[in-house]
């Protein structure tokens, strides 16, 4: 492991602990030459589970670039990284536990707007707007009816 600070390839380990639901160790680190800490994660390396796209392409699953849709559906909003981060590891969690090697990606699509929904609503028109391809202002006003329908039945 190398500092991130001046790429000494030598640290110690300060403190270690059970991470993400157990899923994970993250581990403070320091370093044996400059002194900074910093933080690392270890996971377990899952065999790898590939997306197949609408085209029927297929491309490996890619987490970061989960979290960055998720990330750009809350541009602006009142909703913290850690959030953001737990929902991801949410849908991760429940496509690892289908025990499936492929997955569509309209039912990851699917877990994230359902997440979102519950989230935040403004996200969650943002989202549906670009997953299921609104072609005019009318899917909007009707997506957001929709969610006003069920909000007042809450």
């Known amino acids: 492991m190398r500092c991130p600070f001046c790429s000494h390839g030598e640290d ?5 602990r059970s991470s993400k639901e ?9 370093c044996l030459r400059c002194g900074q800490r910093f933080t690392t994660y270890e996971y377990i390396e899952n065999v790898s589970l590939t997306i197949i796209k609408n085209d029927q392409r297929r491309e490996p699953f890619d987490r970061q ?6 990330v750009a559906a809350c541009k602006k909003r009142p909703v913290s990284i850690k959030k953001l981060e737990s929902i991801v590891d949410k849908i991760e969690n429940t496509i690892e536990k289908s025990g499936r090697m492929e997955v569509p990606s309209s039912e990851i699509g699917t877990l994230v707007m359902a997440e979102l ?15 299921r391809k609104f072609k005019d202002i009318s899917e909007f006003i009707s997506e957001v009816k929709d969610i006003e329908s069920k909000t007042d039945v809450k």
């Open 117 to 131: 929904y519950e989230l935040d609503e403004v996200a969650y028109i943002r989202f549906a707007s670009v997953y």
């Open 65 to 70: 670039k989960l979290m960055q849709g998720v």
């Open 12 to 16: 110690k380990v300060v403190d270690s």
């Open 22 to 30: 157990g899923r994970a160790v993250r581990r403070r680190r320091e």
